[in-house]
């Protein structure tokens, strides 16, 4: 599936509107002339940006689509001063017509509300917790993206909402409740940083983190990646290899995000250095300042972690989903690049046989426990956790 296909005049064309879009969205285009049943199937929008004069085409639209997905998920942007374009959209059904003068980003705005749309039908049925954690994460993921595109400041006002009540879901329903949920997203960067954020709240319980750890971990995984949202979905979600230069643009995510946290300052010290720390690797190789030892945090080591584990683990584009086993033997095989006791403890959690399906307290609930991570302790040399027994140690 594709978010958006553009319906356009002629094959050659490409207008600022599909563009633009690119950079949000998974966008495909086609000639009004060329439209079947089968391309309108697989998009979840269809945006027709074509002058409307010519009665074949207008008729290979009708047909291509029913009256249904005409009214609620397509949209019409005229091209110039075309009224009649607009008379004949209307006359078809189409939901949503734009003016030619009208701003781009009510398209895209409107583009986005029936993507959310698509994505409650879909949760219908899921536990509330869950419904209530995606709607709050998509939404701060959403605004941090528009911010992100407008170069303003970030808006982390649901950035706690978030991550607690991604807590709730994953405490009351188990991980892979979680997991199942997230994975009716439609976009690719938001499944993986909704993934991770799950796997460190689940992370945070089995080590017995402090609640204030537990949410300064889940905040840090649902900014780790945010520098990916400067860069295009057409890159981000690309199918096939990608070049040097698209790699290059990639690798620059960790640094871009944590200028935009800084400027801003709106987040922890440590979330932001999380943010631009999570590609280092132990051992020296890893990016943007080729870190080592003790120079990454726990916290940072933490999040490597789950976001390689989470990474493997997803179906992308351009690969399948690992089984979790294959993806724990493919880091088990990273030798001094991730924290072997971390990890350690992260794989005997992933391959318990009962894991995913726990319900668990959070830690906090069960008494008060030093904040280990928010002082820069090694959660598993901070008194509070013993991980070989399976259980939290006295104090
Ligand atoms: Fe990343
Ligand atoms: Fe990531």
């Known amino acids: 599936m594709i978010d958006v296909l553009f319906v356009l005049d002629d094959k050659t064309e490409v207008p600022a509107i599909v563009n633009k879009a690119a950079a949000m969205f998974s966008v495909a285009r086609i000639p009004a002339s060329d439209i079947k049943p089968d391309h309108v199937a697989r998009a979840r929008v269809v945006v027709v940006h074509a002058a409307l004069r010519s009665v074949g085409h207008v008729e290979r639209i009708e047909q291509a689509s029913d009256e249904t997905r005409r009214r609620e998920d397509c949209i019409y942007v005229a091209k110039g001063i075309d009224r009649a374009g607009i008379v004949q959209a209307e006359s078809i059904g189409i939901g949503r017509v734009f003016a030619a003068h009208q701003p781009l980003d009510d398209v895209f705005t409107a583009i986005q509300a029936i993507l959310n749309r698509e994505l409650s039908n879909k949760l219908t049925g899921h536990p509330a917790s869950v419904v209530q954690a995606v709607?709050?994460?998509?939404?701060?993921?959403?605004?941090?993206?528009?911010?992100?595109?407008?170069?303003?400041?970030?808006?982390?006002?649901?950035?706690s909402a978030s991550s607690q009540s991604i807590g709730v879901a994953v405490g009351s329903g188990g991980l892979m409740q979680w997991i199942n949920a997230v994975e009716l997203h439609h976009s690719q960067t938001s499944r993986h940083i909704m993934m991770v954020a799950g796997y460190a709240d689940a992370f945070a319980r089995t080590l017995g983190l402090s609640g204030s750890d537990t949410a300064l971990f889940t905040e840090a995984s649902l900014l780790?990646?945010?520098?990916?949202l400067f860069i295009p979905i057409s890159i981000l979600e690309k199918a096939g290899p990608l070049s040097d230069a698209e790699r290059k643009a990639i690798m620059t995510h960790p640094l871009r995000g944590a200028k935009a946290l800084k400027r801003d300052n709106a987040a922890h010290p440590l979330v932001i250095a999380a943010a631009r720390s999570h590609h280092e690797y132990l051992d020296g190789s890893g990016y943007p300042d080729k870190l080592a030892g003790d120079q990454i945090s726990p916290?940072?080591?933490?999040?490597?972690?789950?976001?390689?584990?989470?990474?493997?683990?997803e179906e992308r584009a351009y690969k399948a989903a690992m089984t979790p086993r294959l993806a724990i033997t493919q880091m088990a095989g990273m030798k001094g690049k991730?924290?072997?006791?971390?990890?350690?403890?992260?794989?005997d959690m992933v391959l318990n046989p009962v894991f995913g399906s726990q319900r668990s307290a959070r830690s906090a609930e069960n008494g008060p426990v030093q904040d280990c991570l928010a002082n820069g302790i090694h959660p598993l040399d901070c008194g509070v956790?013993?991980?070989?027994?399976?259980q939290r140690a006295a104090g």
Do not use: N, W
Request: hydrophobic share 50%; glycine share 4%; proline share 3%.
């Open 299 to 313: 916290l940072v080591r933490m999040l490597t972690i789950v976001d390689i584990y989470s990474a493997l683990t």
């Open 338 to 347: 991730l924290d072997a006791r971390l990890f350690a403890a992260f794989r």
């Open 385 to 390: 956790f013993s991980h070989t027994a399976g």
């Open 224 to 228: 780790h990646d945010v520098g990916k």
């Open 135 to 159: 709607e709050t994460t998509d939404t701060l993921v959403r605004q941090v993206a528009a911010a992100m595109r407008a170069d303003a400041p970030l808006p982390l006002r649901l950035l």
